[in-house]
């Protein structure tokens, strides 16, 4: 596809080096998601090891006033943090992007704080299943839509929802560049995948089909129903058999 960037082994191994820490700030984040945690603490954490690693918040260099999203229960995306205080049984989206040396990474993990509801595991469960039918789906030589169709079957199949308008994208010495990569039913051509093309897989799934609305500060988008949305993001290579995750923890 035009303007789809296929990658050389130098590029690759700058965007493997961004993704890895992207995996690795986020894996670390787990003993501190607990009852009792501010959203603000969450950003500052990410913060503090963005330095420690000679790396920049990507979200705050396109002026987005945190270091990282942290999208509270039916906030779907770009939750701005501060000092909201996160109790037993709320979920977040932390997600997280970063340029180090010119190249960019970005990932995202929804936790679950405390103890949540079975219907709330659930979404988290069938959330990070449905990334993972995305990653599994993803080979040279396929329509870039089969990816979309691998999420949402999934997704249907659980009786939740895909949010349509959250997207997928390719990503680079930008943090958003070609192609898109829908993870629902879209009218929209695809393009043929080719190895070392690499891209997000960043589907967000709720409990009912919903669409989004801005929160009015500038930045959150709240699902459409109130519900509570799940997301987790990889940044994935596309390799000669399949493809590689690059955010590893």
């Not at 969450?42 to 990282?68: D, M, N, W, Y």
């Not at 936790?111 to 990653?135: D, H, N, Q, W, Y």
């Not at 308008?165 to 560049?177: N, P, Q």
Request: glycine share 12%.
């Amino acid at each position: 596809m035009k303007g789809v960037a296929v990658r050389n082994p130098s590029e690759i191994a700058r965007l493997r080096l961004a993704s890895r820490i992207v995996g690795e700030i986020l894996s670390a984040l787990e003993p501190i998601m607990v009852p009792g945690i501010s959203t603000g603490k969450i950003s500052l954490f990410c913060e503090k090891h963005l330095r420690r690693l000679s790396a920049q918040s990507a979200s705050s260099l396109l002026g987005f006033p945190g270091t990282v999203c942290t999208s509270v229960n039916a906030v779907a995306v770009h939750g701005i943090p501060g000092d909201r205080i996160l109790q037993a049984g709320d979920i977040v989206t932390v997600d997280l992007s970063l340029e180090i040396g010119g190249w960019f990474g970005d990932g995202a993990v929804t936790f679950g704080i405390g103890k949540v509801s079975p219907e709330v595991g659930r979404l988290l469960r069938v959330a990070k299943k449905a990334t993972i039918a995305g990653i599994t789906a993803t080979r040279p030589g396929i329509d870039s839509l089969e990816i979309g169709r691998a999420v949402e079957r999934y997704v249907d199949a659980m009786g939740m929802s895909v949010i349509a308008d959250c997207l997928g994208h390719g990503i680079g010495r930008s943090l958003h560049e070609p192609p898109v990569i829908p993870f629902c039913s879209y009218k929209g051509k695809g393009f043929r995948l080719e190895e070392g093309m690499v891209f997000t897989i960043e589907p967000v799934v709720t409990l009912a089909a919903s669409g989004l609305v801005e929160a009015g500060d500038g930045w959150s988008k709240l699902t459409s129903t109130g519900l509570p949305a799940a997301q987790w993001e990889h940044t994935v290579l596309v390799t000669q058999s399949g493809c590689e995750v690059l955010t590893v923890g």
